[in-house]
């Protein structure tokens, strides 16, 4: 059971827009950043936004991110078959001494 | 270029410690910008934080908090970690990672430990 709870899957052809969906609480996506992972199959996983909705270097801008209240979005646009992968969301939470906390993945196929 | 290997044991038995260590390349991990950091992932299953360590303070997840210890060997550049009492349910591919505040985690590759007898 995920502290941070995301649909597990999601669909969409090539050309659309997905957005995939991140809960949490007001411990941590209601008082700190969100953070997106990108995990292709049998690969590491891969930072695709910091801080709510900053793509690092090389991350393409089809990718976005936002967050209101204690929960977040992560949204694909102009969606390509190599975008087919897993997704993760995370943050830090305040509660007990501070740990980061996951959510449970998000499972993008590319029709 | 900040490059992560993870390196140890690919199979423990059960009740025994699991060790890691983690080699870090292109950045000191003693600059005290950072945070070292594990994460694990079962097969087939999500991202668990482990814990992490800096120059002042460690963390470790609460629910393994019981289990783990973190170190630093500032002399190799590496982190560890050590997990004892380990079963089944600690299988999983272990990551090494790096973050500061702010930045997200750079990953390195991956390594997987199975707990089997």
């Known amino acids: 059971q995920s502290v941070l709870t995301q649909p597990p899957s999601a669909s969409g052809t090539p050309g659309q827009r997905v957005t995939i969906s991140c809960s949490g609480g007001s411990s941590n996506i209601g008082s700190n950043s969100v953070y997106w992972y990108q995990q292709l199959p049998r690969t590491a996983p891969k930072l695709l936004l910091y801080?709510?909705?900053q793509r690092p270097s090389g991350v393409p801008d089809r990718f976005s991110g936002s967050k209101s209240g204690t929960s977040a979005s992560l949204a694909i646009s102009g969606l390509r078959s190599e975008d087919e992968a897993d997704y993760y969301c995370a943050a830090w939470d305040d509660s007990l001494s501070g740990y980061v906390v996951f959510g449970g993945g998000t499972k993008l196929t590319v029709l | 270029q900040v490059q992560l290997q993870e390196s140890g044991p690919g199979l423990v038995k059960p009740s025994q410690t699991l060790s890691l260590t983690c080699t870090v390349s292109?950045?000191?991990?003693?600059?005290?910008?950072?945070?070292w950091t594990w994460i694990r992932q079962p097969a087939g299953k999500g991202l668990e934080w482990i814990g992490r360590i800096d120059t002042s303070e460690t963390k470790y997840n609460p629910s393994l908090k019981s289990r783990v210890t973190m170190s630093v060997d500032t002399s190799k550049n590496q982190f560890s970690l050590r997990l004892s009492s380990v079963t089944a349910a600690d299988t999983a591919v272990y990551y090494c990672?790096?973050?500061?505040?702010?930045?997200?985690?750079?990953w390195g590759q991956g390594t997987l430990v199975t707990v089997s007898s």
């Open positions: 990672a790096r973050s500061s505040v702010g930045s997200g985690f750079t």
């Open positions: 292109g950045v000191s991990i003693s600059s005290g910008s950072y945070h």
């Open positions: 801080m709510n909705d």
